[in-house]
């Protein structure tokens, strides 16, 4: 059956320190990957997109990395700040499977301490 | 802009009435979603729309449910009995532009902040 899976412990990291956020997914042929950000209370809101012949994008101090062939997207937030503390998803699109539909994963916390 | 706007923020029901949550779209966009979330299934699609045709509703649990878009700028979804177990938060969501197996897909969707819906 088809499966987006990201890390379900919350990952607690230090100020200053690089955040790794995994999203692995099998038994889907994507188009793309989008990562979200959703803060308590809030509905999620979109950060990046990475397409399938796409290894690597960034945006200021974040980087996402898509490998098709292990079926996985990284996602890094670089000097990471307090503020970054939320709760991070990533989204499959495209492929015969799901059609058109964007499906999400269950989502990261992440928790960056001062 | 105003972003996607939901109301109301949050719902509190007893088992057996009917829900009507609604939701306006970022203007300009073409395609809406609905969403529910809950701890543990995660963001589920339920239904979307296209140019206010609905295109896909596989998601939808079940016959209690169903959503309209009589215009550009309004949608709707009803649940009519509600029961203990559709508690949850419903988001919209809209875009320009559908997710497609294409190398210029991929439209980010805008969501509004939800509808907390308790059904006691």
């Known amino acids: 059956s088809q499966k987006i899976e990201q890390n379900s412990e919350a990952l607690n990291i230090q100020e200053g320190k690089t955040a790794t956020l995994t999203c692995n997914y099998t038994n889907y042929s994507p188009a793309y990957l989008q990562w979200y950000r959703q803060d308590p209370g809030r509905g999620p809101v979109f950060l990046l997109l990475i397409r399938e012949n796409e290894k690597e994008k960034r945006k200021e101090r974040l980087k996402v990395t898509f490998d098709t062939t292990l079926k996985q997207s990284l996602f890094h937030i670089t000097a990471s700040q307090p503020a970054d503390s939320a709760t991070y998803l990533c989204a499959l699109a495209g492929g015969s499977e799901y059609g058109n539909k964007l499906v999400f994963g269950a989502g990261t916390i992440l928790r960056v301490k001062s | 802009d105003a972003g996607v706007i939901q109301s109301p923020r949050h719902e509190v029901t007893e088992m057996g009435q009917e829900v009507t949550l609604r939701c306006k779209p970022i203007s300009g966009h073409d395609y809406l979603f609905w969403y529910r979330q809950t701890m543990m299934r995660g963001l589920e699609l339920l239904i979307y729309f296209n140019n206010n045709v609905p295109i896909d509703d596989s998601g939808m649990p079940e016959d209690r449910f169903s959503a309209k878009m009589p215009n550009a700028s309004f949608s709707t979804l009803k649940i009519q009995p509600s029961e203990p177990r559709d508690s949850a938060v419903y988001f919209c969501?809209?875009?320009?532009?559908?997710?497609?197996?294409?190398?210029?897909?991929?439209?980010?969707?805008?969501f509004g902040n939800g509808t907390r819906l308790t059904v006691t």
């Open positions: 969501a809209s875009s320009r532009g559908l997710p497609q197996r294409s190398r210029q897909g991929g439209s980010p969707l805008h």
